[in-house]
């Protein structure tokens, strides 16, 4: 049994980014002065083809607000094309001319103090009014990986081998393959006013099951959003085949 989740299934993934951008959109014209959590990866990358469209056609402005980055990886060049500053520059924020972001800083001298300047920023911008999430195979979301316990806060990670080697793909060597994170935590996740998940694929159907109406625990983190009081989930029909 769900909980108090709304759940749109749309028929495919172009159907399902338009949903998803269309909910994010609603959400910026309701706060167009408020911060927002944005995440990488391949499934959001249609929801920010549809909000660049928006943008395009004088449908959408997001001039006002502020933007936060889920994670990024440690040590890495924001001009590294692996880089999630890279991504969301290409994908989103240089379309849509966007200034005011906020990525963990891949080249931080002390990683940990930069984790503690990050949550002081969200703070300080008054908080994130709506967090986009993917979800990891494993319910992973952001970098907070299946554990017996849970980081609240952005903090420092050393990378699962499984993720690492999942990325070796994308780098020349595998010197060049990032070993750590820095990730908001689970707490600075839940701190959001609302949660906007996005999935999609028949490999996604048995982890969304799992994290929306199996136990809450931390070996899958994604559970852990049965209990924010306002989540919306945006999936294709494959990837809510077990809903």
């Given amino acids: 049994m769900l909980r108090n989740f709304k759940l749109y299934v749309e028929h495919d993934y172009p159907a399902m980014s338009k949903k998803a951008a269309e909910i994010f959109a609603a959400a910026v014209a309701a706060k167009p002065h408020s911060a927002f959590g944005f995440a990488t990866g391949s499934t959001p990358v249609g929801m920010y083809e549809s909000l660049i469209q928006m943008h395009n056609g004088n449908k959408l402005d997001m001039s006002g607000i502020t933007a936060f980055n889920l994670d990024e990886y440690y040590p890495i060049s924001p001009d590294d094309p692996q880089s999630y500053r890279f991504f969301m520059r290409k994908n989103l924020f240089d379309a849509i001319g966007l200034k005011n972001t906020h990525i963990p800083d891949g080249k931080a001298t002390d990683p940990i103090a930069e984790c503690a300047a990050y949550e002081e920023k969200i703070a300080a911008s008054g908080g994130i009014e709506m967090q986009i999430l993917g979800i990891g195979n494993n319910g992973h979301i952001g970098f907070n990986e299946p554990a017996g316990t849970l980081m609240s806060t952005t903090f420092h990670t050393a990378l699962d081998e ?73 999936a294709d029909k494959q990837a809510a085949r077990l809903l």
């Fill in 162 to 234: 499984s993720t690492i080697n999942a990325n070796a793909r994308f780098f020349a060597s595998p010197e060049d393959i990032p070993r750590y994170a820095l990730t908001m935590g689970m707490h600075s996740i839940m701190m959001a006013q609302q949660i906007l998940l996005l999935a999609s694929g028949e490999g996604k159907a048995e982890i969304l099951l799992k994290a929306l109406a199996g136990p809450i625990t931390t070996q899958v983190p994604a559970s852990l959003l049965q209990l924010h009081r306002n989540v919306t989930i945006v």
